[in-house]
């Protein structure tokens, strides 16, 4: 339950970056309600798993190659989280996979483990495909891949838009075991014949909610269709009916009989819906949609009765909470801009990202972010999809999102493996649509 505080507004400083050394206060009659949500043991996550998964509490008995077990340790890991639990074992023994879990309790880092056991270090081809929806998730799957395989001398490339094509070639044509990729620039490499399929045996759709939207639907269908011939079949199954879902315009002729693994913190009833077209009795690890939140979080939720009040509660926000670092999200890229603008102006110290960016500049800004030389990044949604920065205290929805599927997503930039954090929602108190973004701020 919300408990409701009222608040009465303090005279603001200028001249200095977010910091909270000094308690403020809130005006404009502004009420906060706030509730703590925590879901610690699988009883409180309600896991739906298929029959006869039971837990496996150590790496050292998940049956994963020893240099991969130093990997693991070395990276700073020392038991595997709930996902990790149950996902990596049957993903190494060679099941289709559907794993959903909260932000921020190692969907990456499972697909790390399952890939550095999977890979045959000796073959220097391509053996798994890891297709993301942004550049920065197939960036940060990179690098957790080649931490944990530090010592089997795993060669692993992200293949990503708005980075340089000769750089690709270079580095597929010289051999990579895996591929980590947004699928535009997967797509193309595959067209140059500098991405070979042939020796591909994994496959995993990481954020598969975004992967299987229509969104990115035909990007996906091109990279399939140049999948290796033995991996399809020139019929649909018997038992599979015409349908005139856009799943079956991106794969119509498929049977599996390869290994396919789904990630996401959401996966909501359509997108589980369509996995019978394209999976073969995939082993089920999910959590109940209503009960998808974060261990450790505080969430607030701001009425505000004019949209043109919500900068000033930003900047008093600001002033009455403690934070390490911030993220700020916007539903636009022009509002990304204009609340930069209007932040910077008023003496704070921002940064900023979205899609627009050069990809240079977005890398530049994302490191900064991750280094803590940056404390406050505004951005799109583009930031809301598996990126994990540590000291991340503060989530602000500056405009509420449109889906609880970006809700669960943006809130799990932090509070990430039970980090202590708050969450906080700018509402413009409208009757027209009070109903939904109330509903959003309770889930």
């Not at 990456?108 to 998730?137: F, G, K, M, W, Y």
């Not at 891949?145 to 580095?171: M, P, T, Y």
């Not at 990729?181 to 045996?201: E, N, Q, S, W, Y």
């Amino acid at each position: 339950m919300y408990s409701s505080i009222n608040i009465h507004r303090e005279a603001r400083s200028k001249a200095k970056p977010f910091t909270n050394n000094h308690p403020s206060r809130f005006s404009h009659g502004r009420d906060i309600r706030e509730r703590r949500s925590g879901m610690a043991s699988d009883k409180k996550l309600g896991w739906v798993t298929s029959d006869g998964i039971e837990p496996i509490t150590s790496f050292d008995e998940m049956g994963l190659k020893d240099d991969v077990l130093r990997g693991i340790y070395q990276y700073g890991y020392e038991k595997p989280s709930a996902i990790q639990q149950r996902a990596v074992r049957r993903i190494v023994e060679g099941h289709d996979v559907i794993a959903q879990a909260q932000s921020g309790t190692g969907k990456t880092s499972t697909i790390a483990l399952s890939v550095c056991h999977l890979v045959d270090t000796a073959n220097r081809e391509v053996q798994a495909l890891i297709l993301c929806p942004t550049r920065e998730l197939a960036a940060q799957t990179e690098k957790v891949i080649l931490a944990v395989g530090n010592f089997i001398n795993i060669q692993v490339h992200a293949c990503v838009g708005g980075k340089s094509v000769g750089e690709d070639i270079r580095k597929l044509e010289h051999g990579v075991h895996v591929v980590c990729g947004t699928p535009g620039r997967v797509f193309d490499m595959i067209k140059r014949r500098t991405l070979r399929t042939r020796a591909i045996k994994l496959l995993v759709l990481d954020e598969s909610d975004e992967m299987l939207s229509r969104v990115f639907k035909d990007q996906i269908y091109d990279v399939y269709r140049y999948l290796p011939p033995e991996l399809q079949s020139k019929h649909k199954p018997d038992h599979v009916k015409e349908d005139t879902s856009f799943f079956f315009t991106m794969f119509p002729d498929f049977v599996q009989n390869w290994y396919v693994c789904l990630v996401s913190a959401t996966l909501p009833h359509e997108i589980l819906e369509v996995t019978n077209k394209f999976m073969t009795d995939p082993v089920r690890i999910l959590v109940k949609r209503d009960e998808l939140t974060l261990e450790g979080i505080k969430q607030f939720f701001v009425s505000i009765e004019r949209e043109e009040w919500k900068f000033d509660t930003l900047c008093d926000l600001y002033e009455t909470l403690t934070i390490t670092q911030a993220v700020i999200f916007c539903n636009t890229k022009r509002k990304v801009d204009w609340l930069t603008e209007k932040l910077r102006s008023n003496d704070f110290t921002v940064s900023s990202m979205h899609g627009d960016m050069p990809q240079k500049e977005r890398d530049a800004i994302t490191q900064e972010f991750r280094s803590g030389n940056s404390r406050v990044l505004i951005t799109t949604d583009v930031w809301a999809r598996g990126l994990d920065v540590q000291q991340v205290s503060l989530v602000i929805n500056f405009d509420l999102p449109n889906t609880r599927e970006l809700y669960i997503h943006r809130i799990g930039r932090s509070g990430r493996f039970g980090r202590k954090m708050r969450k906080c929602d700018l509402k413009k108190n409208e009757r027209e649509s009070f109903g939904e973004e109330e509903e959003l701020a309770e889930y």
